[in-house]
């Protein structure tokens, strides 16, 4: 039995530590009082710069003084007192400028004041884009916070899901992506958002967009409406679309720009830009390295599999500086590593997509090249902020494609943001594709890299929005593939859908105008005396433009689907090539969407026009002169019907003007218009005028049966002339193999339909594979990968060498009586 004295002092002990926890919990009863009572009197004095200015709880105070803040940046001084009196903030400032500590800061203070316990349930949500900046989020929350009691968790795709399912119903505050955050709403039992009190959305226009616009949705739907909101980003959203479905009331908004640099981007950053040809851009890249080994660079591109292959083709050709890669196709683990290796390192350079782009802070950076140009101004402003971060100085280099150049530049200006051009020297420059060529040819996995790299960023350009600015028919896909190391551009299916629907919309915007100068034509030339006849011409339009349309419509479908069907045997007649020029990819548009063939210099010059025409009495009458030598309506055809070009021009873009024409008469006199406009075709000077005409409807449906059998039996005609072509072509190719490997050319090995000869094409290129066809497909990349694994080349097959190679050693021995 214990002595009655320590009974006694243990009884003592124990008293007076209830006392410390009664007078502990009173004293932070009586400041949470006084935070409550200061915050909403709170006036922001003169000199309002230091955290202890704050009505803050001591607590806060002690952890900011710990992680070693003292004063505070403006968006801070700005944002914090409005938050701190528990309104819905909308935070806008440059990168690097403190955004962070402008929403943690009153999270905790909002819970201190609200006495939050563990068994509260969560309280307090912060929601960001990528893993890396929700780490980042999460260390500084650590920071600040060790002397507050709450439980604080991170929820980020990659992680163990059952061991955050074992710890989520416990956590007070908890900072998380979208997808993971959905999925643990959706799956965790226990867990419960009905009490929150705070929800903060960081980089939050890239979550509010078309992204995450859906998961946001069912995120927010799982939420109560009576919580504070803030929303902070480098590029603010103020959409009434957006900020209604986050329900806030009443939002400040707060935009924090610096006196001296009204844009976005940070005042110590130095911005530049190159015009590089797509083709040179590597190079380029690569002697930029080469000179700028004593420094850190941060490099953006549009994919991760441009990441993955200038990664491992640069670490081939050994630069002389540390290199890495950052990318969403890596392990999170992997990724962690990455972030946290080039956080540490004095001198290296990080090839990244945009995953790195937003939020996170890499300290010292020298450099931010953007090897690809973004899709949008508001990226642009967040790549570049990865360095200038704060007081610090940093450089950035935009290289843009000649073709990209103006619509860049337009949309950097509407921002604000200052960018000067700059030339690289053509003597520092080197030239890496022999290298990359000699890489793809004996390592297997570096072409296929190649290919994937090249299918990724073609398809990146056709996924953008702005197609004024990335126009992915202008690329030269040819050129690209080289540089890359490959042999020859793989087939990229959506590049000539592009191409077939630019040349459609130039077609339709012609047709459009021409039709908009018709009217305006007709509206001034018209008078009062004109109205009854304006009236039966325009009925008279009417009938025969309800004909010309049906035909139009259907020839026109006809012809995009025979298009189709011969480029996916061949490349085509008519199909500029991927390598082909503008100049040259011009012209050909000239051919089939506009202009006639005629000699004369002004006839054809506009791509849009169409091939127009008119009476020759009308024309003949214009103040300009002589329009041209009249021609019969039979004259025209027979030309047209005479050449592919111009059959196809005739069936597509004249079919208006010859179904107004026909009903005139076969043999009446008709002219090229020199304007290349379209008009009245034919005036009527009074309703007997018209009478005379006979029958409109009649000679529509007997021009619309002899227009589709004329056209049917040249369509039989062209195809059996290119059947022709292609067997005489085989033929003589087999002929030639004959000859040279010495064998009687009137010997058949191979026969195809109707006894023609059918020959393998001679493959001529070095490495000997078969470069595979590509499709845009899904819009995922690992879906993508998935449908082409069979592409990948084994890396124990061996390339074989060309058909000429092998006829040429044969021939030799031949020759030399070798047998």
């Known amino acids: 039995m214990a002595p009655e004295g320590s009974l006694k002092r243990k009884r003592s002990s124990q008293s007076r530590s209830r006392n410390a926890r009664q007078v502990k919990r009173q004293t932070e009863e009586q400041e949470v009082r006084d935070l409550e009572s200061s915050a909403a009197q709170f006036v922001v004095p ?51 400028s403190g955004k962070t500590l402008s929403f943690l800061i009153p999270a905790l203070e909002i819970l201190y004041r609200k006495k939050w316990g563990s068994t509260d349930g969560l309280g ?16 500084v929350l650590r920071k600040i916070g060790p002397f507050h009691t709450f439980s604080a968790g991170l929820v980020i795709g990659g992680k163990d899901l059952k061991q955050e399912k074992d710890r989520l119903a416990r956590m007070n505050i908890l900072v998380a992506t979208p997808g993971r955050l959905l999925q643990h709403m959706d799956q965790t039992w226990g867990f419960d958002c009905s009490n929150l009190q705070v929800l903060i959305l960081d980089e939050a226009d890239r979550i509010l967009d078309m992204g995450f616009s859906k998961t946001l949705n069912a995120i927010v739907e799982n939420l109560p409406k009576s919580r504070q909101t803030m929303l902070f980003s480098a590029t603010q959203t103020k959409r009434v679309k957006d900020l209604a479905r986050l329900s806030l009331q009443d939002p400040e908004y707060v935009a924090v720009r610096e006196a001296e640099h009204e844009g976005s981007t940070p005042k110590n950053l130095e911005q530049h830009y190159m015009v590089v040809g797509l083709e040179k851009k ?34 081939k050709l050994r630069p002389g500086i540390s290199l890495m890669a950052l990318h969403g196709k890596q392990k999170q683990a992997k990724r962690l590593q990455i972030f946290s290796e080039f956080t540490r390192t004095a001198h290296a350079v990080l090839f990244a997509t945009d995953i790195a782009a937003r939020g996170l802070d890499f300290p010292a950076v020298d450099w931010v090249i953007q090897l690809d140009a973004p899709e949008d101004t508001e990226t642009y402003i967040h790549r570049v902020g990865r360095t200038a971060r704060y007081n610090a100085k940093g450089n950035s280099l935009l290289f843009v494609l000649p073709s990209e150049e103006k619509g860049m530049l337009e949309g950097l200006a509407q921002k604000n943001v200052p960018v000067g051009r700059i030339k690289p020297r053509e003597s520092k420059t080197q030239s890496i594709q022999d290298q990359l060529q000699s890489f793809a040819f004996q390592d297997p996995e ?20 702005d197609k004024a600015t990335f126009d992915v028919t202008a690329l030269p896909l040819e050129k690209y593939a080289s540089s890359l190391g490959l042999a ?11 191409a077939k629907a630019k040349k459609a919309a130039a077609y339709k915007a012609a047709k459009e105008t021409a039709q908009q100068l018709d009217a305006d034509r007709d509206e001034e030339s018209g008078d009062d005396d004109a109205k009854g006849t304006a009236k039966v011409r325009t009925k008279y339009d009417r009938m025969f433009e309800r004909k010309n349309q049906n035909i139009l419509s259907e020839h026109y479908a006809k012809l995009i689907a025979e298009d189709k069907d011969d480029d996916e045997e061949e490349d085509g007649d008519d199909e500029p090539s991927d390598g082909e020029s503008a100049s040259d990819a011009e012209s050909t548009k000239d051919k089939l969407v506009g202009g006639n063939d005629s000699d004369s210099e002004d006839e054809g010059s506009d791509s849009g026009d169409f091939l127009t025409l008119k009476r020759a009495d009308h024309a003949l009458d214009d103040d300009e002169g002589d329009p041209g030598k009249p021609l019969t309506l039979d004259q025209v055809k027979a030309d047209a019907t005479n050449n592919i070009s111009k059959r196809k021009l005739l069936q597509g873009q004249s079919k208006k003007a010859m179904a107004l024409a026909g009903k005139r008469g076969i043999g009446e006199k008709l002219v090229f218009d020199e304007d290349g406009e379209a008009h009245a075709l034919y005036e009527l000077r009074d309703e007997d005028d018209f009478k005379k005409q006979g029958d409109a409807k009649t000679q529509a449906e007997a021009w619309e049966m002899e227009e589709r059998a004329r056209l049917q039996e040249a369509d039989i005609e062209d195809k059996e002339r290119a059947r022709e072509k292609k067997r005489e ?34 493959d001529t290129r070095s490495d000997g594979y078969e470069t595979p066809d590509f499709d845009v497909g899904s819009e995922s990349e690992d879906e993508d990968e998935e449908s082409h ?8 097959k061996k390339p074989k060498k060309g058909s000429v190679e092998e006829q040429e050693a044969l021939a030799m021995r031949l020759l030399m009586g070798d047998s």
């Open 46 to 96: 003169d000199d309002f710069k230091h955290f202890d200015q704050l009505p803050i709880s001591s607590r806060t105070k002690r952890g900011l003084r710990k992680a070693g803040f003292t004063e505070m940046t403006d968006i801070q001084s700005r944002t914090l007192p409005l938050s701190l009196k528990c309104k819905d903030v909308l935070g806008a400032a440059r990168t690097g």
């Open 124 to 139: 307090a949500l912060i929601i960001s884009p990528t893993r890396e900046l929700a780490i980042q989020i999460f260390e």
């Open 282 to 315: 590597l190079d380029v890249l690569y002697s930029f390295i080469r000179t700028h080994t004593k420094c850190k660079a941060l490099v953006f591109m549009s994919s991760c599999r441009q990441v993955q292959f200038t990664h491992e083709t640069f670490c």
């Open 446 to 465: 570096i072409k296929y890299l190649a290919q994937k790299a090249f299918v990724s960023y073609i398809r990146s350009i056709f996924l953008q929005k």
């Open 488 to 498: 020859g551009a793989p087939k990229v299916k959506f590049v000539k859908e592009a």
């Open 729 to 762: 072509k085989k033929r003589k190719q087999k002929e030639r193999e004959k000859q040279m490997r010495g064998e009687d050319v009137g010997d058949d090995q191979d026969e195809g339909e109707d006894g023609d000869v059918v020959l393998a094409p001679i």
């Open 789 to 796: 694994e069979q592409d990948r080349p084994s890396a124990s």
